[in-house]
């Protein structure tokens, strides 16, 4: 069987490069990583729920990304560091649907489902001037989610650039929700 390498975070290919250009530096910080890379890149489809199929035809993933980036020249999306920076932590709203929120998501976060953010968010955020971030898998949910809210009049939303991918690959640790 043929590896066809990774996926990255729009569902793109490519490859095993960086397991590749890590390769030399197997004991850069005491232990071999090159096993929890695997692991990493093992376990991250499916903690952001991707199965390695694309769900929509290029005509419409084009259409949704390009959404999502007139979105983000609206809102301000912060980094996981950014983030660490923090005072005091925003409420975290995850925008994931629940199989993907209960295959694993930030501690403490929220979880509202993308389709029902506009019904739902007034019950765990009455206050319009509550520090928000939402996240999503890769950042386009979360950037449009972003964009809703602050026309819903929300004064301080944040989206978490690269989702819960770009909170992963800068150490982030996620919780998995137990059902029954």
Request: net charge neutral; proline share 4%; glycine share 10%.
């Amino acid at each position: 069987m043929r590896d066809f390498g990774f996926l990255d975070a729009s569902g793109f290919g490519f490859g095993t490069a960086p397991l590749d250009i890590l390769a030399s530096n197997i004991n850069m910080i005491g232990f071999n990583v090159i096993p929890l890379l695997k692991l990493f890149y093992e376990l991250a489809p499916f903690l952001l729920g991707r199965n390695g199929k694309e769900d929509m035809p290029a005509n419409h993933r084009d259409a949704f990304v390009q959404l999502a980036n007139d979105a983000r020249n609206r809102i301000r999306e912060i980094t996981p560091e950014e983030l660490a920076k923090f005072k005091q932590l925003p409420l975290i709203v995850d925008v994931r649907e629940k199989d993907e929120y209960i295959k694993g998501h930030i501690s403490g976060a929220n979880h509202i489902s993308r389709g029902l953010l506009e019904q739902r968010i007034f019950e765990i955020a009455p206050d319009c001037s509550k520090p928000i971030l939402v996240y999503c898998a890769g950042g386009n949910r979360g950037a449009l989610a972003a964009d809703t809210l602050q026309k819903m009049g929300y004064q301080s939303v944040f989206s978490l650039k690269g989702g819960l991918l770009g909170w992963l690959e800068a150490g982030g640790l996620v919780e998995t929700t137990k059902t029954l």
